[in-house]
């Protein structure tokens, strides 16, 4: 009897140990909303009978899902219009606004946005804003570095690529907001700008909105404009499928950690005052620029 006791607790030993082993191997059990007991759905009383209703839970995997899917680079994934610093500048006030105003309305149809000016002005800080804020109402969209899209357009043309360059324009001309950044850093090939309008001109005609990011002047009649590096074609689909909102402002990388408004609006007076002072003559001109005679 004494043995069959010894047996049995050596046994219930065995089964308590083996369960423990297989536990610590599974991990803890996985958290279970106690919402809406993992279902994604809570039944909540209105008006006297009762209506089901998407958990948070399930709301905030959804978004989590679609920020992650954008592709936004990392270092503008938390970016949002709450943690962008708005300073005395007329110009960043108007280009917030539109910003906030296109992020506020969208999928409402509306016009695209062309965001232009120079570097350091938070110009992709808005582009990703944008694209979170979309998430969060549970729009999915997508960003792209422009040279890295054509970088990655051109790499289907090698022999070992699986992926097809119409899957990637397909991709690109179905998203539901498409985030251009960077749109003019480098020059565009004849084939770049054929790509490039092949994507605008579908989302414009099935009425997609883009959002567009350049350091160059939008006006073709502006000195080094966006027209010498992307073409007049594309040039010409931008501005009829977007709002340009050109702006100018301090360069926030230049402005240390965490800048406040004094910061930035003073950064963005002496830039100012320096663009408004004529660049003193050079008393002479270096050997390999000196001018013929009577070409002053
Ligand atoms: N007003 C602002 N408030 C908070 N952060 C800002 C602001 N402006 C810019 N930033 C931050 O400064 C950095 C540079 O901004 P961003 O990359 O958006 O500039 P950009 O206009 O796109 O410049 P570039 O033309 O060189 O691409 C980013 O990390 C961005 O989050
Ligand atoms: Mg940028
Ligand atoms: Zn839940």
């Known amino acids: 009897m004494n043995s069959f006791k010894h047996t049995r607790e050596n046994l219930d030993e065995r089964i308590r140990r083996l369960r423990d082993a297989t536990a610590a191997t599974r991990g803890p059990a996985p958290d279970v909303c106690g919402d809406c007991q993992g279902t994604g759905w809570t039944v909540r009383k209105e008006n006297g009978s009762n209506r089901a209703h998407r958990c948070e839970c399930w709301i905030r995997e959804k978004t989590g899902k679609l920020k992650q899917r954008a592709g936004i680079p990392r270092r503008y994934t938390r970016c949002t219009f709450d943690n962008f610093t708005v300073y005395p500048n007329e110009d960043i006030e108007r280009a917030f606004r539109r910003s906030r105003d296109f992020?506020?309305?969208?999928?409402?149809?509306?016009n695209g946005l062309l965001l232009a000016g120079p570097s350091g002005i938070g110009k992709t800080h808005m582009a990703a804003a944008i694209l979170n804020e979309c998430a969060d109402?549970?729009?999915?969209?997508?960003?792209?570095?422009?040279?890295?899209?054509?970088?990655?357009?051109?790499?289907t043309y090698d022999k070992d690529s699986r992926t097809q360059e119409t899957d990637i324009l397909r991709r690109l001309a179905n998203?539901?907001?498409?985030?251009?950044?960077?749109?003019?850093?480098?020059?565009?090939?004849?084939?770049?700008?054929d790509m490039l309008h092949t994507v605008l001109n579908t989302r414009y005609n099935q009425d997609r909105a883009t959002v567009c990011t350049t350091r160059l002047p939008p006006s073709p009649h502006e000195r080094d404009s966006l027209l010498f590096e992307i073409g007049g074609?594309?040039?010409?689909?931008?501005?009829?499928?977007?709002?340009?909102?050109?702006?100018?402002?301090?360069?926030?990388?230049?402005?240390?950690?965490h800048p406040g408004t004094d910061t930035l609006q003073q950064l963005w007076r002496a830039r100012k005052r320096q663009a408004s002072t004529p660049a003193p003559r050079a008393r002479f001109a270096p050997p390999g620029e000196q001018r013929p005679a009577g070409t002053a």
């Open 103 to 110: 992020a506020a309305t969208f999928p409402v149809r509306q």
């Open 137 to 155: 109402k549970g729009i999915g969209g997508l960003y792209c570095e422009t040279a890295a899209l054509l970088t990655e357009l051109r790499s």
């Open 175 to 193: 998203a539901d907001l498409l985030v251009l950044d960077d749109l003019g850093a480098d020059h565009l090939t004849r084939w770049g700008q």
């Open 233 to 257: 074609r594309l040039l010409s689909i931008l501005h009829q499928m977007c709002d340009i909102v050109e702006f100018d402002g301090a360069d926030y990388r230049h402005a240390g950690n």
